[in-house]
């Protein structure tokens, strides 16, 4: 006698498949309202700037409307201008919010130095690191040659710069080496700065040497010690092209 099949459903066969949840994209006026709220809580008078130029640009294209008696035509240029004002002075004020965001934090001068996009490499880890206080240096390799950055105490920085300066050129005695230092001090380069001044300095090496004083370099290593949690608060930027509407 055959036996009876069993028509009762598997588990397996009731369960639908499962889609993965779509991921939602994000827009540029997102980014533009993110932007505007991560500044106006640092800075609450940024509402006022971005209205003055929104504001300031259509009155100049309503004062040339008036002259020229082309009123509307004008002001429907005007908009766009506007426009594009208002959040040149909202990606300025966001700017200047996520440095002052960033100022004394461990790390800082780092996330400042990544904001370069091309010719300098700057590797996450700190290359020295004093346990005790807490300052850093950082190194970048470009075709100026080594640039190390220090973080902490004018005097401090400098022993830990000069340490570091002694050991790079017992390997490299030919590279030239540029010592900065991370401050409001003096002789410090202050943080909003520091990539202006990383990115002014004069190539002296070509590709092929960069390469290869890269690959010596990674030889002698880093730190090797994680920086501290929240040392990158440059993700929290909005987005460039968001910015400009792409």
């Not at 504001?55 to 429907?76: K, M, R, S, T, W």
């Not at 401090?156 to 900065?180: C, F, G, H, Y």
Request: hydrophobic share 45%; net charge positive; proline share 9%.
């Amino acid at each position: 006698m055959a036996r009876e099949r069993s028509s009762a459903p598997s588990p397996a066969a009731d369960a639908a498949p499962t889609k993965a949840p779509k991921v939602k994209k994000t827009r540029w006026y997102h980014q533009v309202w993110q932007a505007y709220q991560m500044t106006r809580k640092v800075e609450p008078a940024v509402t006022w700037w971005i209205l003055g130029a929104f504001v300031g640009v259509l009155a100049l294209a309503l004062v040339l409307g008036v002259v020229l008696d082309q009123v509307v035509y004008l002001l429907i240029v005007g908009l766009p201008f506007a426009a594009m004002a208002a959040m040149l002075i909202l990606a300025r004020r966001t700017e200047k919010a996520a440095y002052r965001q960033l100022e004394g934090q461990p790390g800082a001068s780092l996330s400042a130095l990544r904001t370069i996009r091309r010719g300098w490499d700057f590797p996450e880890e700190p290359v020295a690191m004093d346990p005790r206080t807490q300052d850093l240096v950082f190194r970048g390799i470009g075709r100026a040659g080594i640039v190390l950055v220090g973080e902490g105490p004018g005097g401090r920085q400098a022993k830990l710069l000069d340490a570091e300066r002694r050991k790079i050129s017992r390997i490299l005695p030919n590279v030239p080496i540029t010592l900065l230092q991370s401050g409001n001090g003096p002789d410090q380069v202050p943080l909003p700065k520091l990539a202006r001044t990383v990115q002014k300095l004069k190539p002296t090496l070509t590709k092929q040497e960069v390469a290869e004083i890269t690959k010596r370099l990674r030889a002698l290593g880093g730190a090797r010690l994680p920086l501290p949690k929240g040392v990158d608060p440059f993700r929290a930027r909005p987005d460039r092209k968001g910015m400009r509407g792409r």
